[in-house]
């Protein structure tokens, strides 16, 4: 069966996003300490880490959270001097992996349709594919509001195959994390490869494919059509 469409998972497949939040959580763990968080640096970092583990990597009052646990309440000072770094930061980290744009231009040249799937937040998705200026290649997006699911339920994969109208197997699905995008998408009957120049999370993978770049994307497509 020829391929119709390719979907991507956003964070760690197009997006370098450890990248970013790397650099974001440095620099607001440094600001905090200057505004008189009595952590040190490496602690502060690794406490911060593990509360995203347990909280999630997109959870949106971490550093309220954080201070609470640490000194048992939100000083203000503190948190305005973390979340005001983490912003100036940002803007310059976020950026997608090498090849991203060539790669999705050479994918709609082949006319196949391109979607997201996401557990990003709505608002959060569009505005990282706006800032990277990727927004013009993609048919559909499917973000945490669009389901209240998260991958690997079937629910986001089957929204992407309603929106687009193409069968299961007519999908290459993309993403970086075996057990939420890999099986969730195999699942569904869908193809898959498994970006592991971005692969974050451990777990065995059964993809179909590895890319260890996004630009082996091509010969893999290639390959069905």
């Not at 956003?10 to 200057?34: G, H, P, Q, S």
């Not at 959270?65 to 640490?70: C, G, N, S, Y």
């Not at 391109?114 to 569009?126: E, K, N």
Request: charge should be negative; hydrophobic fraction near 45%; charged fraction near 30%.
């Amino acid at each position: 069966m020829a391929l119709k469409a390719v979907l991507f998972d956003l964070d760690n497949t197009l997006v370098d996003f450890m990248r970013m939040k790397t650099a974001c959580t440095d620099a607001a763990i440094y600001a905090m300490i200057e505004a008189g968080l009595p952590l040190e640096e490496e602690i502060a970092k690794k406490r911060l880490f593990e509360m995203y583990e347990e909280v999630g990597i997109e959870n949106q009052t971490i550093f309220e959270k954080f201070l609470k646990v640490e000194i048992g309440k939100i000083d203000y000072k503190i948190l305005a001097s973390g979340v005001a770094a983490y912003r100036r930061v940002k803007s310059g980290n976020l950026v997608p992996y090498k090849h991203v744009r060539e790669t999705l231009l050479k994918l709609k040249e082949r006319g196949l349709k391109l979607g997201i799937v996401s557990d990003a937040p709505r608002m959060q998705a569009w505005l990282r594919l706006a800032e990277m200026n990727l927004i013009e290649y993609f048919d559909v997006v499917i973000a945490l509001e669009d389901t209240g699911e998260l991958k690997p339920s079937s629910t986001p994969f089957q929204r992407a195959i309603e929106r687009l109208g193409f069968k299961p197997d007519e999908f290459l699905f993309v993403g970086d994390n075996p057990e939420r995008d890999i099986k969730g998408a195999d699942r569904m009957g869908m193809h898959t490869a498994l970006a592991k120049y971005g692969q974050w999370a451990k777990g065995k993978s059964n993809a179909d494919h590895n890319l260890e770049s996004v630009s082996d994307l091509i010969e893999v497509v290639d390959s069905y059509n």
